[in-house]
Nanobody
Framework: VQLQAFGGGLVQPGGSLRLSCVTS????????IGWFRQAPGKEREAISC???????YYDDPMKGRVTVSRDKAKNTVYLQMDSLKPEDTAVYYC????????????WGQGTQVTVSS
C-alpha cells in the first residue's frame, strides 16, 4: 500500500491549488481516502474524506472552500482548494481508511502548501 500527495506549492491569498493523492496496492472501491494537514507547532487537522462508495465529507477548517473527488481508473484522489488563506499554510497529507470510523491505516508523504503574497 502506497500513497503520495502531490501538487503543493506557493500560492497567493485567494488563489487555488489542486492536490493529488496517487495510490497503489489497493483499490478505491474498498477504501476511503482522507485529507489532512499539519502546520508547524499545531496539531493535525482533518480536511475532507471520500469514502469507498464515493460519499464525501468535509471538516470545518476548509468547509466550503475544498472539493474532494476521485478518478478510480487512475487510482487518484483530488483535493481542489479555493479561496486559500495564509492560515491554510501547512503540509497536506492523504491517508487510506474509513471515513465514517475516522480510522486511517496508511499515510502518504505530504506536500507543502504555502499561501503568501
Amino acid at each position: 500500500v502506497q500513497l503520495q500527495a502531490f501538487g503543493g506549492g506557493l500560492v497567493q491569498p485567494g488563489g487555488s491549488l489542486r492536490l493529488s493523492c496517487v495510490t497503489s496496492g489497493f483499490t478505491l472501491n474498498y477504501y476511503g481516502i482522507g485529507w489532512f494537514r499539519q502546520a508547524p507547532g499545531k496539531e493535525r487537522e482533518a480536511i475532507s474524506c471520500i469514502s469507498s462508495d464515493g460519499s464525501t465529507y468535509y471538516d470545518d477548517p476548509m468547509k466550503g472552500r475544498v472539493t474532494v473527488s476521485r478518478d478510480k481508473a487512475k487510482n487518484t484522489v483530488y483535493l481542489q482548494m479555493d479561496s486559500l488563506k495564509p492560515e491554510d499554510t501547512a503540509v497536506y497529507y492523504c491517508a487510506t481508511g474509513s471515513c465514517l470510523m475516522d480510522v486511517y491505516d496508511y499515510w502518504g508523504q505530504g506536500t507543502q502548501v504555502t499561501v503568501s503574497s
